[in-house]
């Protein structure tokens, strides 16, 4: 299966730690795309990159949080300091570039993140 | 900003019935809208997609959806259901700016 890969699939850290998710999206996908769901709503956006560029950053990221994806492959998302109402799915998604924004996106199976 | 409306959190019905999931955005320009389909412990997948054309759009598993553009509206419909179809269902709109707004999802269970 060439899908979304994310890692882990489960982190539980305690309250102040940092924590890094990883996302490897479908190879020839140049858009990279993260979100964040909790329990009840769907996935909220947070970033997205096209190619190693982070073009677009949420108000919900805070300054504790900071992704990247330094050379237009995987990428990275990491949470400093981490506070109860981080505990959440973060789910990854990736689409093609061309042809628009009604490219589909496909996500990964998501890092569960428990806050003790 | 775009925000997206979904109807019903919780759906029961049984194999056969039919099926019509509520979905209601607001934003004045031109959009793209999605379905999602997450089926229990699976990945959230692509069910279908409207992004112009014929406002009717049919996607996998028997699933079609209605764009009604003067009531911001984009329903999902499946005539009959299978016991498969219990999952939860997402509806997303994106503009030009490729990032998905979604609703709070509906859970819809078939029972056998």
């Known amino acids: 299966d060439t899908g979304v890969s994310q890692n882990p699939r489960h982190k539980i850290t305690k309250r102040g730690q940092n924590v890094t998710f990883r996302c490897d999206p479908i190879?020839?996908?140049?858009?990279l795309y993260w979100y964040r769901q909790t329990l009840g709503q769907g996935p909220e956006f947070l970033t997205y990159?096209?190619?190693?560029?982070?073009?677009?950053k949420s108000r919900l990221l805070s300054d504790r949080f900071s992704a990247e994806r330094p050379k237009g492959s995987f990428s990275t998302l990491e949470i400093q300091r981490t506070e109860q109402g981080d505990s959440a799915m973060y789910l990854c998604a990736s689409s093609l570039a061309a042809g628009g924004a009604d490219q589909p996106q496909h996500f990964g199976d998501g890092t569960r993140l428990s806050i003790l | 900003a775009q925000s997206v409306s979904q109807h019903n959190h919780h759906v029961i019905l049984s194999e056969a019935a039919s099926l019509e999931l509520g979905c209601n955005y607001s934003y004045g320009g031109t959009v793209n809208l999605f379905w999602y389909v997450q089926y229990p412990g699976q990945h959230l997948q692509l069910l279908l997609k409207?992004?112009?054309?014929?406002?009717l759009v049919k996607g996998i598993k028997g699933f079609e959806a209605e764009f009604i553009k003067s009531k911001f509206s984009f329903n999902l419909r499946k005539p009959s259901v299978q016991w498969s179809d219990t999952a939860e269902y997402f509806c997303a709109v994106n503009a030009y700016d490729y990032k998905l707004s979604f609703g709070a999802g509906t859970t819809v269970t078939v029972r056998a």
């Open positions: 409207y992004f112009s054309g014929d406002p």
């Open positions: 190879s020839e996908h140049n858009r």
């Open positions: 990159f096209q190619n190693e560029a982070q073009l677009e």
